[in-house]
Structures are given as structure tokens and as C-alpha cells.
């Protein structure tokens, strides 16, 4: 097959699941898997399944895993997309995996690795929302807040190969070092933690009636059903979260005169439309000059699909480039 | 003469003074000039120095101004590159005035215009504070707070081509629309009247003592001099001030993995290397993620002539790629 027509494999390696894609060089989907991620049983078994993975995914979409162009992946974590070596991720409890070269021996086609949410950004962009942006900030507000930036039409990495954290910009200086930066005021972590100490302090709440004292797993959809139903103490603490997001929002948008932000993770697709117009309503007031109000903000279209899709678009990106 | 190796003008356009430079392909100083603004006297009469300051820099150089591969010109405020027009400059009374296109008219070589934080920047990376780098910050403290920034090795501008401005980036989004940016907390003159303020009221300070109630001519370097003195008030506001800076810079060194940032403008050259350490010490505390403990902090070198050396740069830069 000429290289500019094989498929290629985008993956999505999260700390829970993974998602498997093979996508044909005009970027359909022709085939997907999905695994367990199950870190605790350790870096072979999370190989061996990424290995089946994309050999089931080759198998629906009846070619052989030799007909790829490439490989790419998202890790949750930071990431050295040059060397494509998993420098560190909390959930898969990895150190410094060269995972390209590990899975290049194991598939025999050019292996691509990057941050997850780096991949999720480049799939939204090109596919999801809205047109193509040359300048793109993506937030993912989940478990944490993730973020990733296209600057001139390309992912920007920065010296430390750790560009795009605004999950690690600081709204209180002042604060405890715990308690300071976007993701400790942001996450739905700190959203649910906050939810349920107001509830346990004996404040009124529709959410606390329905979860009936299990407080260790109120998810992202408990959350949004009760803003959505405008529950008074949910909605004051998620829209706290999203007017501080709004301040860091602006802020890149301002230091950098960003065209477009996409926001995503689990507690934004739960929510949607309200939470990021929440977002773009705090950040608009804050943004300088006058024309930066003009930017746009939306919410991530692909959903589970951003990160494979991403992922793929990033492997032919690069193995083109290499053949150059 | 071949465009190799013709000599260029550099022109740092101030609300006070304009530096000229002849430079030479190697980005050596043929020959300065100088004169006023006196944006007074209006657009023709600006148009007018600076085109005899050019005139006169070319004469020394013993050069005719149809010998210049072109001229650069950064301008305070906000600029479009693309199309040399100075969008709005406060310090000038100029609004949408094409500078570009009427001096090429009268100097009849290529004119480049960009803003004067983004040359100095420029200036400073190739000739100044330490060895180049692909991606820095530069934050002017003075009269305002300018920036600008190089990302991979070229000027950013971004999409509404205002990036680089952290001196409008929020701080304190509970404040009034006046007094919760970079700027409006750290600036020169901020800095200024809070000590102006605070004296008025009756603390005890040698900088009162000085200006003995002429409250209206407080220069950067009558705070410098009090602040290098130990003068217990002055040091309180400066550091404060410089304190939130470093919230800022953090915040950008974040966000962009940013390998350096050079400070400079009227404050910082007046207290120089005291006044950029205490804005890295309070940066350095924030950034994430460890790696970004590594970035540099440095006081700009060529202060003046920075402006100069930058916009011959640029123009060098931009000629030769319209001819590519």
C-alpha cells in the first residue's frame, strides 16, 4: 500500500480504559476496540493489551497490522513526543516508559506518543468543534484539569516539552501550595469534594438527598443532573469552578490572542452547553484588548473519540514528515 | 550593494525619544541618531524626525538612505505587522495611521513596523541578556507593563495579533475594572503613586523626605535610589509589586514552558538585578512542573539601543523572506 493512503491507528490510553481506532488516511473511522487499561497489574500487561487491541481493531477493519502507517497515542501524563518516552503518569503508575520503542518492536510500524489531552485538542480541532483554529487552547476538566495549545496550526510543547498546563497556572498565590493553582480550585475533585463537605455541614441540597450519605462516589453525571435541575449548592460550587476557569481562560487567551478555546473532560460533558458558557461569560469580561473578546469557546464535540482520533491525525502528521 | 550585505535602519519610535540606528548586515552600529516625538505636534511632524533622523544616521554612516535594505520600526502600542499600520498608540494620539506605507513613499526603501516591546524582545534575544533561546517572554516595567514573546525562535502574534500582553493579564478578577491587571498593580507608575499615597498619609519614608511634597515627579530612578537604600516603604510597594509580577511570569513560564524571560523598561534598568531576582524568587515557587524550576530570568542588556538592534533585525528578517 502507498503511504499516503494506509491506514492509520489512533489510541486513547487512559487510566481507566483504552480506546482503539483504526482510521483510513482520510480520517473515517473503519474499525474500533477497546480495552481495560487495569494499571495495577503492571507495564507488560498494559502492553499485551494494547498489542490485542490494535490487532483486533486491524482484524474488523480486515487488513494486517503490517498495512499501518503508524501508530499513535495519547497518555494520560507527561510525555516527551520526540523521544516518545511516558516520562510520567499517575495513572498508570509509569516512570520514564519509552513506549514508542516498546510497542515498535511488538507491531513493527512507526509508533507516535504524546499527552493525552494534546491528542484530544489536535482530533477536536480538525473534526470536532467548529472550523479549524491556527491558535487553540484545550481545557479538560476532569479528575484533574489537563490542557493543551495548537499555536500557528501545530501542538506548541515549549522548552520543557510541558506547554499547555493550565491546570497548573495559579489563581491564589497566597493559598496553601495544595490549594492555589486551577485544578485545586477546578477539578470535579475539588467540585465534588467541595459539594459534599457542604452537604455533610448540614446545608440543604438535592444532591446530598439522593446520595443518601455515599459520598464516595458522587460522579460528574450526579453533578450535572443537579445543576441542571439548579439544585442552589451545587450550582454556587460549579459555578465558582467555572468563573475560575473563566480568569485562567482569559488569561491565555489575552497572553497569547487565541482565536478559540475547547473545553472537555468529564465534569464539561456531563454538564455541557451551561458550564462552558459559565466559562465564557467570566473569561469574556476579563480579556484584553477589545478584538480578544471575539474568541471563541466551545465545548468538545468526539468525546471518547477526540483522543483516537487525535492520535492518528498526529502519526500521519509525523511519519509524513519523517519520509520528507 | 547586494541585499545580503546592505545595511539596515533600526528605529525604536518612543512617546518621548526616537533612537535611530544604521546597522550594519551583521547587525553591527554604523551610526545613531536621535530626536524627540513631541507627538504635540502631530502625525507630519513625527513623520518629518523621523525621516531626517534617518537621513542624518545614513550620512554618518556615510551610506545614502537608497543604499538600506530597509528600515524596522517598533511602535508603543498596538500594531499590525502584516500590514505596517500602528492600530492605536496612546503615547503617539495615533490611531490606524499606515506608517509603513508613508515612509516608504518618502524614504523609498521597504519599512517594516512592528510593536516596540515585540523588537526589543527580538533585540534582546539575538544581541543581549545571554544566548538566544526559542521561546521567551519579555515584560517591559515602566509607564504600563508591556510584553512580548518569541515562540520557536520567531515573533508570536496570535490571532487578534496582540500576544505577548502580560500586563493586561488578571490578577485580582474581584477588583474593580481599573485595578485588578499586571499592569495596574506593578507598573512604574502604580508603584508610584501607592508610595506617593502612603507618604501623604503620614508614613515615614527618605523618598519623602527628598521630594520634600513635590509628589509629581517621582522618576524610576527616585524609587531605585530609595529602594536600593533600604528605605523600609519603598521596598514594601517594589516588592510587592515585583512579588505579583512573578504570579504572572509563573503563570506564563506555565503555561508555555518557557525556557527564559527577560525583564526590562525604566523600573527594572533604574533597580536593575535586585529588583528581576525578586520577581524569579516569587516565579520559580509557582511554576509547575519541576523542569520549569530551570527557567531563566534576566535583566535586559542593551536597554536603549534593544529597541534598535530589534527592529533592523526584523526588517533584515522580513526583506530577505520577501525575496525568498
Not at 65 to 72: A, K, M, N, R, T
Not at 80 to 93: F, H, T
Not at 185 to 198: E, G, P, Q, Y
Request: aromatic share 4%.
Amino acid at each position: 500500500m502507498a503511504t499516503m493512503t494506509k491506514p492509520f491507528a489512533g489510541i486513547d490510553l487512559g487510566g481507566t480504559n483504552m480506546q482503539i481506532g483504526v482510521v483510513s488516511h482520510d480520517l473515517k473511522l473503519l474499525a474500533p476496540a477497546k480495552r481495560k487499561t487495569k494499571s495495577e497489574d503492571g507495564l507488560d500487561a498494559i502492553i499485551a493489551r494494547i498489542v490485542s487491541g490494535v490487532q483486533e481493531a486491524c482484524t474488523t477493519a480486515a487488513i494486517k497490522v503490517s498495512d499501518l502507517g503508524g501508530i499513535g497515542i495519547g497518555a494520560p501524563g507527561a510525555v516527551d513526543p520526540y523521544r516518545g518516552i511516558v516520562l510520567e503518569a499517575v495513572n498508570l503508575r509509569w516512570k520514564d516508559v519509552p513506549l514508542a520503542e516498546i510497542l515498535e518492536k511488538r507491531l513493527k510500524v512507526p509508533v507516535i506518543v504524546d499527552n493525552d489531552v494534546n491528542v484530544a485538542v489536535l482530533g477536536e480541532n480538525a473534526l470536532g468543534a467548529g472550523q479549524q483554529s491556527a491558535n487553540i487552547l484545550g481545557v479538560w476538566v476532569g479528575t484533574g484539569v489537563g490542557g493543551g495549545l495548537i499555536l500557528n496550526g501545530k501542538l506548541f510543547y515549549g522548552h520543557f516539552l510541558s506547554a499547555g498546563e493550565i491546570g497548573h497556572t495559579i489563581l491564589f498565590p497566597n493559598n496553601p501550595k495544595g490549594n492555589r493553582s486551577v485544578e485545586h480550585n477546578c477539578s470535579r475533585t475539588t467540585v465534588v469534594d467541595r459539594i459534599v463537605r457542604l452537604i455533610k455541614s448540614g446545608q440543604k441540597s438535592s444532591l446530598g438527598d439522593e446520595i443518601a450519605g455515599d459520598y464516595d462516589n458522587v460522579k460528574s453525571r450526579t453533578v450535572a443532573k443537579h445543576y441542571l435541575a439548579d439544585d442552589k449548592l451545587v450550582r454556587e460550587v460549579v459555578d465558582n469552578a467555572a468563573d475560575l476557569l473563566g480568569v485562567a481562560v482569559a488569561n491565555a487567551v489575552t497572553l497569547l490572542s487565541l482565536e478559540r478555546v475547547v473545553v472537555g473532560g468529564g465534569l464539561t460533558e456531563a454538564i455541557g452547553k451551561p458550564f462552558v458558557d459559565r466559562i465564557h461569560k467570566a473569561a469574556k469580561e476579563l480579556v484584553f484588548p477589545e478584538a480578544c473578546r471575539k474568541f471563541d469557546i466551545v465545548a468538545s464535540k468526539l468525546e471518547d473519540n477526540a483522543g483516537v482520533f487525535g492520535a492518528a491525525m498526529l502519526a500521519i502528521e509525523r511519519v509524513r514528515e519523517a519520509k520528507k
